[in-house]
RNA sequence: GGGCGCAUAGCUCAGCUGGUAGAGCGUUUCGUUGACAUCGAAAAGGUCUCAGGUUCAAGUCCUGAUGCGCCCACCA
């Protein structure tokens, strides 16, 4: 044996052992429990990171259970990550001086699907990496075709039962990304803006979005406001710079008589407050910004100008014709942008496909109220979690990319001649216009239906549009919804179509025993699994939801790009090997708290692994001095089970059994960390450092009694410690002499109570 | 605006059902050619944020304050 452990010599044999062998397989057997958690599916193509290193959590878990007996089952998977995907993609394309408005669709998920394929399997070979014990014979990724097909049922199902329907409302739209997001998928930023007061007919009001003036149908205030209620129902005139315009007055509970003068321009296509009140009180929509941020032909000269050019233009028109009576530059508010690009989210009125989540939310209530699914650790999520299914919107589901499972609805073409299309023609040439335009046979250019179908970019139809749900093909005069599913809407039923994709997988596994993520997915992942699981299936997804920390630097600042302070994972293997990175991860992590990670305590653990190295390699070296070969190694238990004399002896071999039943207790209750600590403790402190230095010279004795038990405990101690440190505790097993020749992943759990271990 | 969490040794954190403070890293001293310097032995270092309260007894329970962090909603 080496004097160190190197981990590099063995970590890639090691994981090929496991994994040929079938030993990450689980062999379906009805008259025992199974075990199986379900991989958080990490973006296929993304290198990983810490978050990721910590499905070391979901693996101790696995290789305990397995060690138990179960059939166990963790089962892997990739996200093609939709918005994430196409967004790196556009960059690419911007570098080389494209866009994704020069291909029509198909085209384009052509292209991603290629750039895709470079590295698809990144993330599945860093898994492997750190030993992840899953079963690759059942990876999945999310586009592959029998997941997306199941996915169009899903969405057919929905339909049918009357939880799908399609909806003209405000949504949160990224002019840049071109398309909506749901509201988590926004995030807001404080922002200092310069904040108008503008003349506005008889009053003076504020606003920070003058350019929206187009688009304004009303004014608003508070019924108790005295000074505007002689105006309440009374049509008002406005100038505007376009010239006087007319807008209806109303009260409303929303507005705030302390903000700015205590009245507000009613904008409905462009902001949610009004919109909300445009709906309460009748007021009419008028768009003034379309889907690339630029002002629509109702601002008149002022038409195809960007929002922030339009600001300054009508700012700079308002200040000529004494429009405005003053600005506050010291304005500070907060601002939705889009989470993946920063741009400033435009509000924005389209027909969307919305699910009803009120009923689904509720069956995910109720599951969680009355215990068939369990969120540990802390009850504090379980709040979080109520309160968000509690307080639901419906979910917009549809995203105006190409990367993801088109949304299987068909426009027939005769019976909607308003459909406006915009595709490109086989010359190249970019068109749009109201589909009977250009089918339709004039002078100029006409155009046929698989033309415009194949250039096809984008589609949008009325709402009151007809359509048929189908996941094929109808034939005929039809096009096809070109909106995609939400990312999301996918993976919310990811546990339930992996595993029915394997015959008899679904039956057996489902509900699947934890699943194990960071609570920022709480809402996004796992909230939507339990709704869709549940609907789907009619049982919960999961019996216990285990929410882990997050990976923090020493300081305990996350770790980001822009700050500097990320550790890659794999960096971390490469230098101190992976059972080094994965128990300092789970050692010191207490649940609930984030997890400070550093490359010190990483080293620690190294050396830790190279003191169970060490062990070893004292246990082997003293057999070879005491002359016994290894094949008539006497172990214990075998007849000098009540023969000890040595009181060390004895108190080593109660200690141990008292650690397997303490570790054990602690993985019952998810806490790994005191796992980890108890036994890295006995093991350097008591093993090595007491029993191992008293007892030096007994081991190497020709007529052993203490070195069986030195191995016994040693035995036990790699068992205990295999779920947390495979590599180095797997190479020590199959080093030394042992009773049964198995590998260590497939040995028996000591778990203390006693009972006869075998293996 | 609503809600939540944290505050213990220089640093990162344990301390679960209340019984006179613990670990790792770091620091200091000493040791070690046969398992391991990726080591061993020892030491220094804490009015457990503050103020009240409950209790025979509080880092541990309760109330309040301060500081830091987070989530949700929202800002015309």
């Known amino acids: 044996m080496d004097k160190t452990f190197n981990p590099h010599q063995h970590e890639e044999r090691i994981y090929r052992m496991w994994e040929s062998g079938g030993y990450l397989t689980p062999q379906i057997d009805i008259s025992k429990q199974p075990f199986s958690i379900i991989l958080p599916l990490p973006n296929a193509n993304d290198p990983m990171h810490m978050g990721h ?189 376009n010239g006087p315009f007319r807008v209806t007055a109303v009260a409303d509970e929303a507005i705030d008589p302390e903000f700015g003068t205590g009245i507000e321009k009613v904008t409905p296509a462009h902001d949610f407050l009004d919109y909300e009140i445009a709906k309460r009180h009748g007021l009419p929509f008028k768009k003034a910004i379309d889907f690339t941020g630029r002002l629509t032909s109702v601002t008149g000269r002022f038409a195809g100008m ?87 919107e419906d979910w917009n589901i549809s995203r105006q990319i190409v990367w993801g499972p088109r949304i299987p609805v068909w426009y027939p073409v005769d019976k909607n001649p308003e459909l406006e299309v915009t595709f490109i023609d086989k010359n190249g040439a970019k068109q749009n216009g109201k589909i009977s335009a250009l089918l339709e046979n004039t002078d100029k250019q006409a155009f046929t239906l698989s033309e415009i179908s194949q250039g096809l970019q984008q589609l949008r139809a009325p709402l009151d549009a007809e359509f048929i749900v189908s996941n094929t093909d109808p034939g005929g005069k039809y096009l096809q919804e070109t909106d995609t599913f939400d990312t999301w809407f996918l993976s919310a039923q990811w546990p339930v179509n992996t595993l029915k994709s394997k015959p008899g997988d679904f039956e057996y596994f489902y509900p699947t025993s934890v699943l194990d993520t960071l609570w920022d997915i709480l809402f996004f992942w796992v909230a939507r699994m339990m709704m869709l699981g549940i609907y789907l299936t009619g049982d919960v997804p999961f019996r216990t939801v285990h929410i882990h920390s997050r990976v923090v630097d020493r300081q305990g600042q996350k770790m980001s790009k822009s700050k500097g302070n990320v550790v890659n994972p794999i960096e971390m293997v490469d230098k101190y090997g992976a059972d080094a990175l994965r128990m300092a991860l789970i050692y010191g992590a207490a649940p609930g708290s984030d997890i400070a990670l550093s490359e010190e305590k990483i080293r620690g653990m190294r050396n830790f692994a190279n003191k169970l190295w060490n062990i070893g390699r004292f246990i082997s070296g003293s057999l070879d001095q005491s002359g016994i070969s290894a094949g008539d190694f006497p172990f214990f238990g075998d007849d000098r089970k009540n023969k000890l004399k040595n009181p060390d002896d004895k108190r080593i071999l109660s200690e141990i059994n008292k650690l397997c039943a303490v570790v054990t207790r602690n993985l019952e209750r998810y806490r790994f960390s005191d796992a980890a600590q108890d036994i890295y403790d006995f093991t350097w402190h008591r093993l090595a450092d007491e029993y191992l230095e008293i007892n030096k010279e007994r081991f190497r004795d020709s007529n052993p009694e203490a070195l069986p038990v030195l191995l016994h405990v040693f035995h036990r101690i790699l068992k205990l410690l295999h779920p947390f440190m495979p590599f180095v505790t797997e190479v020590l097993w199959e080093t030394l002499p042992k009773k049964y020749d198995k590998p260590l992943v497939l040995s028996s759990w000591p778990s203390g109570s006693g009972k006869p271990v075998k293996g």
């Not at 969307?352 to 689904?360: E, H």
């Open 306 to 392: 960007k929002v922030k050019a339009a600001r300054e233009a009508v700012v700079a028109e308002m200040q000529k014709m004494n429009l405005l009576e003053r600005i506050d530059e010291n304005y500070v508010h907060s601002v939705a942008v889009c989470y993946r690009c920063g741009t400033t989210i435009e509000p924005m009125l389209i027909p969307q496909w919305y699910v009803k989540t009120k009923p689904l939310a509720k069956a995910a209530i109720d599951a969680v109220k009355r215990g068939s699914t369990r969120i540990v650790p802390l009850k504090r999520f379980e709040k979080m979690y109520f309160e968000w299914l509690e307080n639901i």
């Open 53 to 241: 290193a910590l499905f070391t959590v979901q693996d101790i878990l696995a290789r305990w259970h397995r060690m138990m007996g179960d059939p166990t089952l963790w089962l892997p998977g990739g996200d093609h990550a939709g918005i994430e995907t196409q967004f790196v993609f556009e960059k690419k394309l911007t570098k080389e001086g494209k866009s994704r408005f020069d291909f029509d669709r198909e085209t384009l998920f052509r292209m991603i699907a290629e750039f895709v394929e470079q590295n698809k399997n990144v993330n599945r070979d860093q898994m492997k990496r750190l030993g992840f014990s899953l079963d690759w014979t059942r990876y999945h990724y999310s586009l592959e075709p029998e997941i997306q097909k199941m996915v169009l049922e899903t969405f057919i199902r929905l339909h049918k039962d009357g939880y799908v329907y399609r909806a003209e409302r405000l949504v949160n739209f990224c002019t840049k990304c071109g398309t909506a997001f749901s509201d988590l998928e926004i995030k807001h930023l404080e922002r200092q803006d310069p904040l108008y007061y503008i003349r506005y007919g008889p009053f003076v009001l504020a606003t920070t979005r003058p350019e929206t003036k187009f688009g304004d149908t009303g004014v608003a205030f508070h019924p108790a406001d005295k000074r505007y209620r002689k105006y309440l129902g009374k049509e008002i005139e406005v100038m505007g710079v």
